[in-house]
């Protein structure tokens, strides 16, 4: 009972109390066994905090600091919303979480960032951004967090655990500098019911996409064949794009360092994309993100897409979707180049450098807390709620039964499309890493977008991104 | 006595700039101080994802505008954008008002109605037209232009059509500011001026022309002034819709600015084109504003 901190303490007094007044009566024998198992299971509200306790590190030491988080209003964040009052019983550190839409965490965290306010000691970091952050020492190197004994225990926190390619894209130069949390890959989702009825497989090549989609397309009945992310944004059309783009065989920089935008293969990539929606999507697609692409093929009038397997949320959901138990799933087709190449997207939490060194040790705790296995099982399957996570950062997580059987049920195949590509399909430059990613990817997105809707043709949209590029990395 | 009351004032001047002295305060420092901030930026490179480059730069931001396509695109997107959707608040605005004074009651019914639209946030208007009336196959709009037989038109998503709809949308939300100035105008001319004409056998053109356009002039001229400004420094509705796509169909200079500043991180050319943006608004506004005067005197 010595480690029973100030929360137990007042039942294990009542209780006390109750036994010392009814002694005589022999009730304290029915008492005592209350006590104990209230001791024994040291249950926080929604986890068992002995597992975390059993870190070889003082979870207190950063007690009484207050810390804000900005993160994104998703249901994996609010999970971890949920259950944080287990965080404050087991560190004392008072961690608020500051809901932010996607649209706007970026440039909040680097105006924030940038003027070194320390507003928000952690923030949900697109991995994209982590060059910048280091090019002007915004965030600190996790190194010396994990490397510190006193701050991790890794034998227990098991930072490898995490998806490598995570792991991988939040690192700059071989150092971590955000630690993943929630994460997806994109994968091929196709209408089981379409494709058994017309006799189709999923693509394994990027033509056979193309030609199941045209096959599959039936605007008269409301049916297109395929859909892509066409809205403009480093985090849309240039989220989709750069799959493409490295399946076609393409090097954002070439052997001396160069970046090329229109080589031959990005010419190639962008024509595929282009000739597919143009084709194939329904009209407005331009202006599509994964939300629109969800919806409609929930709808039932997509036959299919790629896009983050995370979407199986919305098209499995029969509170939204008219085509549950329809739905299959498949890895991206393989391109050109023979390579098949998901996204390696996750929101991971950095340290702002602009703390005081309690504030980032609490910080650090909070990381620790809400990347360990304990706390991703407890906002995932073993979540009370409605919403169970499908982007668990862990490789054990992912081989879970449980975690599994609450997966499986978006449809055929899922987890193994999903895991698979996981472990095969990711690709480190999978998008272009540099400190000015926010602009170039912005341009992509233009020139991208421009061509979509024919302001200009393939190659002067991919030409003027190239010349535009230069004297972004010139400045 | 005299001397007792240049006292007293002289106090109350005291006084009264202690009053008005916070509020100055505030107004400075949450206008003029970050005014002065821009125009200090615009001559520095800030460039956050080059932070090694950080320094003064003079005129240079200035210069690479000049030989900037996109702004050049931008700023004629911004005139075309201005001018179209300002004279069409005025012409249909004029024309709303000129019908309302025909009819004999109820016209508060169609001021109330008249002020719904601007009451809306422009972000909200913006949302509100992407999904509900210009959506393809979905929206209202392409609803009827179907129903008209011109097919299906993709309003948001193609370059041509994506700044028609954004100059339609908000040429919606801000007529009725154009319609209630005038109709508020009309409704204070004087009678014994169109007896007199109608007296002297004017018809009604003749009427308007040489009547009512020269005395409601003071009217239109602040309803030019008011929506030209506004119209050169829009932003919300059209970030919510086109977000300045397709490509850069609908980026004005207002949102190439932004892009400049907040996506792309270059502070230092994002406040450049900013400044321009003021200046450009200033000497607009100013050339009205000497018109109206020169043409009153």
């Known amino acids: 009972m010595t480690n029973v901190d100030g929360n137990r303490k007042k039942p294990t007094g009542v209780t006390r109390r109750t036994a010392l007044k009814t002694a005589a009566s022999g009730l304290a024998l029915l008492a005592a066994p209350a006590t104990v198992m209230r001791s024994a299971h040291a249950a926080g509200k929604h986890m068992d905090l002995d597992s975390l306790r059993a870190a070889k590190i003082d979870w207190r030491q950063a007690e009484g600091s207050k810390i804000t988080i900005g993160v994104i209003p998703a249901g994996y964040f609010k999970n971890l919303e949920a259950v944080l009052s287990d965080f404050a019983e087991l560190t004392g550190v008072e961690a608020r979480l500051e809901m932010t839409p996607p649209g706007q965490i970026r440039q909040k965290a680097v105006l924030d960032l940038s003027t070194g306010t320390g507003t928000w000691a952690s923030h949900s970091a697109d991995p994209m951004y982590y060059p910048l952050y280091v090019a002007n020492n915004w965030v600190d190197p996790l190194d010396g967090y994990l490397g510190n004994s006193k701050l991790t225990d890794n034998d227990w926190f098991q930072y490898e655990d995490i998806?490598?390619?995570?792991?991988?894209?939040?690192?700059?130069?071989?150092?971590?500098?955000?630690?993943?949390?929630?994460?997806?890959?994109?994968?091929?989702?196709?209408?089981?019911?379409?494709?058994?009825?017309?006799?189709?497989?999923?693509?394994?090549?990027?033509?056979?996409?193309?030609?199941?989609?045209?096959?599959?397309?039936?605007?008269?009945?409301?049916?297109?064949?395929?859909?892509?992310?066409?809205?403009?944004?480093?985090?849309?059309?240039?989220?989709?794009?750069?799959?493409?783009?490295?399946?076609?065989?393409?090097?954002?920089?070439?052997?001396?360092?160069?970046?090329?935008?229109?080589?031959?293969?990005?010419?190639?990539?962008?024509?595929?994309?282009?000739?597919?929606?143009?084709?194939?999507?329904?009209?407005?697609?331009?202006?599509?993100?994964?939300?629109?692409?969800?919806?409609?093929?929930?709808?039932?009038?997509?036959?299919?897409?790629?896009?983050?397997?995370?979407?199986?949320?919305?098209?499995?959901?029969?509170?939204?979707?008219?085509?549950?138990?329809?739905?299959?799933?498949?890895?991206?087709?393989?391109g050109p180049s023979g390579k098949r190449v998901t996204s390696i997207w996750n929101w991971s939490f950095p340290i702002n450098s602009a703390l005081s060194d309690k504030d980032k040790a609490a910080t650090w705790l909070f990381i620790q807390w809400a990347a360990s296995r304990e706390t991703q099982i407890a906002t995932s399957h073993a979540f009370p709620g409605a919403y169970k996570r499908t982007g668990a950062n862990r490789t054990s997580v992912w081989a879970m039964d449980d975690y599994r059987a609450v997966l499986g049920s978006a449809g055929d195949n899922f987890i193994s499309a999903t895991t698979t590509s996981f472990a095969e399909d990711t690709d480190v430059e999978w998008r272009p890493r540099l400190p000015q990613w926010p602009a170039v990817g912005d341009t992509m997105a233009t020139a991208i977008q421009a061509s979509l809707v024919g302001q200009a043709t393939v190659s002067d949209a991919l030409n003027e991104a190239q010349r535009k590029i230069e004297g972004i990395l010139k400045g | 006595m005299k001397q007792r009351r240049g006292g007293l004032a002289s106090s109350e001047q005291g006084f009264a700039l202690l009053m008005v002295g916070p509020g100055l305060l505030a107004l400075i420092l949450t206008t003029t101080f970050p005014l002065a901030y821009l125009i200090w930026s615009s001559f520095q490179n800030i460039n956050l994802a080059m932070p090694f480059l950080n320094g003064f730069a003079g005129m240079e931001n200035y210069v690479s505008m000049m030989s900037d396509g996109q702004f050049w695109h931008s700023l004629k997107l911004t005139a075309i954008y201005t001018l179209s959707s300002v004279f069409l608040q005025l012409a249909i605005g004029l024309g709303l008002a000129l019908l309302v004074m025909q009819i004999p009651k109820g016209q508060w019914l169609f001021r109330i109605a008249a002020i719904l639209p601007i009451v809306l946030a422009p972000v909200v208007v913006g949302l509100f037209w992407r999904t509900l009336m210009l959506a393809p196959e979905f929206g209202i709009v392409d609803f009827i232009v179907r129903a008209l037989g011109f097919g299906s038109i993709n309003w948001l998503g193609s370059p041509v059509p994506a700044l028609v709809s954004v100059i339609i949308i908000h040429t919606w939300q801000w007529t009725p500011f154009a319609f209630l100035v005038l109709l508020a105008s009309l409704a204070s001319l004087p009678p014994d001026v169109f007896e007199a004409a109608r007296i002297d056998r004017a018809n009604a053109f003749q009427r308007f022309i040489y009547i009512t356009l020269p005395l409601i002039r003071p009217a239109i001229v602040i309803v030019v002034i008011m929506r030209s400004m506004i119209a050169l420094s829009a932003f919300a509705a059209i970030f919510a819709t086109t977000g300045g796509g397709p490509g850069t169909a609908s980026e004005i200079l207002n949102l190439y600015a932004y892009k400049t500043s907040f996506v792309e991180l270059n502070f230092g050319y994002g406040s450049a084109l900013a400044v321009s943006l003021l200046i450009i608004t200033m000497g607009v506004s100013g050339i009205l504003f000497y018109l109206r005067t020169a043409r009153r005197s």
Do not use: C
């Not at chain 1, 690192?171 to 494709?195: C, H, L, M, N, W």
């Not at chain 1, 093929?297 to 949320?313: E, K, L, M, R």
């Open chain 1, 163 to 334: 998806l490598a390619g995570w792991r991988g894209v939040t690192s700059v130069d071989g150092k971590p500098y955000g630690i993943p949390y929630d994460g997806e890959a994109t994968i091929q989702v196709y209408r089981k019911d379409v494709f058994d009825k017309l006799g189709l497989k999923p693509a394994e090549t990027f033509e056979q996409f193309t030609s199941n989609a045209g096959a599959a397309h039936d605007p008269d009945n409301r049916l297109w064949g395929a859909a892509l992310r066409g809205f403009k944004g480093a985090g849309q059309n240039m989220y989709i794009y750069p799959s493409i783009f490295r399946a076609f065989g393409g090097e954002w920089f070439d052997g001396s360092g160069k970046m090329t935008v229109n080589s031959p293969e990005a010419v190639a990539a962008l024509e595929w994309y282009i000739n597919l929606l143009n084709n194939y999507a329904p009209k407005g697609v331009e202006n599509w993100n994964w939300p629109d692409i969800a919806d409609a093929f929930g709808q039932g009038t997509v036959a299919s897409y790629i896009d983050a397997h995370g979407s199986a949320a919305v098209i499995a959901n029969p509170e939204k979707s008219k085509v549950v138990g329809k739905i299959g799933f498949a890895r991206w087709p393989k």
